[in-house]
């Protein structure tokens, strides 16, 4: 049988930029095999397929998959259909913004989008909080499998560490951002580490004020060599800015930049709500813009 499929560039107002996804609208029928062997097929960091919901007041049921696996969550692709459905929604006539839920295994996801013409901006709002998964590994073993020196890990209070929203990975702070660019994953290295694991690298942009980073993110064990935007690793980096950084209550926005080495830049905007002294919500917000619509003959 034929299924539709469209994908978009996420994280960006501009074609060719952002982090690719594709989206499999027409996805019953479908086993895990089948899923799995689609998401190879078109080899990009997040293939996710749209399903009838389990609750009728909810938009869609969402399965995302990787190259190599399945994840519970992933933010670029629960941002790229959010845009692509309320897109959707606009050709009906429905052209304010729309607030909807999308069901995914770590739970059912709040957005809110406004939809443009073939592109849109949305953000949703996590589920659950993200999680603490203790100290990372060394500098000196961290520095081997990027290709920096122990001294280039570490600013201020940062320190390499463990968080987890969905996706599990280990943040290393870099103490500059011409080092951050400099970056290079060992994969000899990497795939010595006791438990490898996806590795975000983050560093302050020296020109930004505010909470403003740069980052890239390795992911070799899940088939991502690099990843142009993670929006979970976002997600999850509000655990970070939460232990490291002196917070107090109120809305804190922080805002990342990936991808400039890859040449997809991307611009992810991170919403943390702290009420005494405890984190209470966090919001992902970006844009993604469609760049392509088919027919799979599967």
């Known amino acids: 049988m034929s299924r539709r499929f469209v994908t978009l560039d996420v994280f960006t107002e501009t ?10 609208l027409d996805s019953e029928g479908l086993d895990d095999e089948a899923m799995q062997r689609i998401a190879g097929e078109f080899n990009l960091s997040e293939t996710v397929f749209v399903l009838p919901p389990t609750d009728a007041r909810h938009k869609a049921r969402l399965r995302i998959f990787t190259p190599a696996r399945e994840l519970a969550f992933a933010g670029h692709p629960t941002l790229g259909v959010a845009i692509l459905l309320a897109l959707r929604d606009a050709r009906s006539g429905l052209t304010d913004a729309i607030a909807f839920g999308l069901e995914e295994a770590i739970g059912t996801v709040a957005c809110v989008v406004e939809a443009g013409e073939g592109r849109g901006r949305g953000r949703f709002k996590l589920p659950v909080l993200p999680g603490y998964d203790g100290e990372g590994p060394a500098k000196t073993l961290l520095a081997k499998v990027i290709g920096l020196e122990p001294q ?9 560490s463990r968080h987890t929203a ?43 004020l505010g909470h403003r980073f740069h980052a890239r993110m390795f992911a070799p064990h899940l088939g991502i060599t690099e990843d142009p935007a993670t929006g979970s690793a976002a997600a999850a980096f509000a655990g970070v800015m939460m232990e ?55």
Not at 152 to 160: A, E, L, S
Not at 260 to 286: D, F, H, K, N, Y
């Open 15 to 24: 074609p060719f930029s952002g982090n690719p996804l594709a989206v499999v």
């Open 152 to 160: 280039d890990i570490g600013f201020g209070r940062h320190v390499p």
């Open 166 to 208: 969905g996706p599990s990975f280990i943040f290393i702070p870099v103490n500059a951002r011409a080092k951050l660019d400099a970056a290079r994953l060992d994969m000899a290295a990497f795939s010595a580490m006791d438990e490898p694991a996806a590795l975000y690298l983050y560093a302050v942009d020296p020109e930004g």
């Open 244 to 298: 490291f950084e002196p917070l107090g209550d109120g809305e804190h926005d922080v805002f990342i930049r990936q991808g400039l080495v890859m040449g997809r830049p991307s611009a992810i905007a991170l919403q943390m709500v702290i009420e005494s002294g405890a984190l209470q919500s966090v919001e992902i917000g970006g844009s993604a813009v469609v760049m392509s619509e088919g027919t799979l003959l599967v």
